[in-house]
């Protein structure tokens, strides 16, 4: 905050008329500089996007290039014939899914078991620790067989 005093208003108005033409002309210098810096620094870059538009150019030539076939099979018409044949693809691939689900099913009801279910009894007897667990139970079974035909009710 400025305060200037004066008792003289022809002063006063000199004055303030001084300051504030001072205060403008500070304030475009203020602006000036920034600019010149902000022109300073996008030319600094400059050389860099350029470069970087050259690069963008270059590849969007070689994907042209590389791609022309497909570009022109589009243009002359292609495309609907390659949406059809990938529809065609998708019923067919739904049509298998719908035949692997219900093959699914059945096997479901044909053992009793979930999916989950069934999945989990396929690790169990692939493990071979359950396995060796089994056939020790068996191999149990059969003992105590062969011993209930010599041995009374009274004396598993």
């Known amino acids: 905050m ?3 005093k004066t008792t003289d208003e022809s002063e006063g108005l000199i004055v303030t008329t001084a300051l504030m033409e001072e205060m403008v002309e500070r304030s475009r210098e203020i602006n000036i500089t920034l600019w010149r810096l902000v ?6 870059r400059l050389p860099a996007v350029l470069e970087e538009i ?3 150019e270059q590849d969007l030539e070689q994907f042209i290039r590389r791609e022309q076939t497909a570009l022109l099979a589009i243009e002359a018409g292609q495309l609907p014939g390659s949406i059809v044949s990938s529809q065609q693809q998708q019923r067919q691939i739904q049509l298998q899914l719908e ?3 219900a ?3 059945s096997l479901s009801e044909q053992l009793g078991l979930t999916p989950e ?3 989990a009894s396929a690790a169990l007897s692939a493990d071979p620790i359950i396995a060796d667990l089994r056939a020790r139970f068996y191999q149990t ?3 105590m067989q062969l011993m209930s ?4 009710p009274d004396h598993p």
């Open 2 to 4: 400025v305060i200037y």
């Open 39 to 44: 022109i300073d620094e996008i030319n600094k």
């Open 54 to 56: 050259r690069a963008a």
């Open 99 to 101: 035949g692997i689900e």
């Open 103 to 105: 093959q699914m099913q």
């Open 117 to 119: 279910e069934a999945y």
């Open 141 to 143: 079974e059969t003992q």
């Open 149 to 152: 035909q010599d041995l009374r």
